[in-house]
């Protein structure tokens, strides 16, 4: 399925480079003969076919594999690894420090809600499509860095730290990273 975005993906440019760097200089010169010429057609079937198949094989992967939903559960981290933002846990003494854990996520919103978010950035008011995205994105990469802290024997996870990246358009990466420790009785 990737081998088959991605050839829909070169189609696309090459049709879209095709048809804008040689087919307009060709129309603005050539404007009086109507006939299309047939690498002008090829170019237009590779710029629209090549969308057409990235947003299919996009939508069959999503359908098939409902990341979204499954992989990314909304609920609270497991609360058998304890999470602190500080260096030390009051009462407690770190007994081994295991490593540097991490979690990733890239997440992105589909178009629809990215046009409702800007029709609300226009208007005012918060861009709840944008908070439910963050959110999200917050619990996939704090689930996961407390899965890696949970496979090391970790105890707890200090100095925990969240960071945000714009990616693309509307996709955000979010790493959440910290300190794996072991705790004495």
Known sequence: MKILRHIGSLAFVLGLFTAIF??????????????????????????????????LTVALEQRKNKTSEKEVPLTEPDPRILLMN???????????????????TVFAIWLGKDLSAIVRLILGGELT????????????ATNRMIAQAAE????????V?????????????????????????
């Open 152 to 159: 090391i024997g970790a105890d707890a996870i200090i100095n």
């Open 129 to 140: 499509e944008y908070t439910e995205m963050m959110g999200r994105a917050r619990a996939a």
């Open 161 to 185: 730290r969240y960071m945000t990246t714009s990616v693309v358009g509307s996709a955000a990466e979010l790493l959440a990273y910290g300190t794996a420790i072991k705790l004495g009785k």
């Open 86 to 104: 500080s260096a030390e846990i009051p009462g407690r003494e770190i007994t081994e420090i295991l490593g540097l854990v991490q979690g990733h």
């Open 22 to 55: 040689v087919g307009l200089p060709w129309y603005l010169i050539v404007a009086d003969d109507p006939v299309v010429p047939w690498w002008f057609r090829i170019a237009i079937f590779c710029l629209l076919g090549g969308i057409l198949v990235v947003l």
